[in-house]
Nanobody, 126 residues
Framework: QVQLVESGGGSVQTGGSLRLSCAAS????????IAWFRQAPGKEREGVAVIYTSSSYTDYTNSVKGRFTISRDSAKNTVYLQMNNLTPDDTGMYYC???????????????????WGQGTQVTVSS
C-alpha cells in the first residue's frame, strides 16, 4: 500500500506560479511511475506530468510543456510539480498517482494507476 498526500494548491492570477507537493508513505520502495493528473469540472481526468523513480525519465502532456516541471526528492519521498505561467485552462483538482507496473504503456491512462491522493485544488483567474 502507498499513501499519497498532495499540498500546495491555491488561487493565482494568470501568469502566476504554484508548486505542488505529493508526499508518499507506506511501500515506497522499488521502481514506480509517479504522475500528476488534473480534472476540471465536467471534464475527464487528464495526465499532466509523469516521472520514473529509477531514472531521469519524465514526460509532459503537450499543453504544459515548457511551463511545468516534475521532480522528485527521494530522501523525502516527495514528488513536486512546479507550475509556471499558469492560465485559466490549468484550473482543476490536481492529483498525484502511483503506477506500479513497470511499463511505459498507457502512462496517461488513470486506470493504470494503483494509488491516488485526495487532490489539491488549483484555481487560475484571468
Amino acid at each position: 500500500q502507498v499513501q499519497l498526500v498532495e499540498s500546495g494548491g491555491g488561487s493565482v492570477q494568470t501568469g502566476g506560479s504554484l508548486r505542488l507537493s505529493c508526499a508518499a508513505s507506506g511501500n515506497t520502495y522499488g521502481s514506480k511511475f509517479i504522475a500528476w493528473f488534473r480534472q476540471a469540472p465536467g471534464k475527464e481526468r487528464e495526465g499532466v506530468a509523469v516521472i520514473y523513480t529509477s531514472s531521469s525519465y519524465t514526460d509532459y502532456t503537450n499543453s504544459v510543456k515548457g511551463r511545468f516541471t516534475i521532480s522528485r526528492d527521494s530522501a523525502k519521498n516527495t514528488v513536486y510539480l512546479q507550475m509556471n505561467n499558469l492560465t485559466p485552462d490549468d484550473t482543476g483538482m490536481y492529483y498525484c498517482a502511483v503506477k506500479e507496473a513497470l511499463t511505459y504503456v498507457n502512462l496517461w491512462s488513470p486506470g493504470t494507476y494503483n494509488y491516488w491522493g485526495q487532490g489539491t485544488q488549483v484555481t487560475v483567474s484571468s
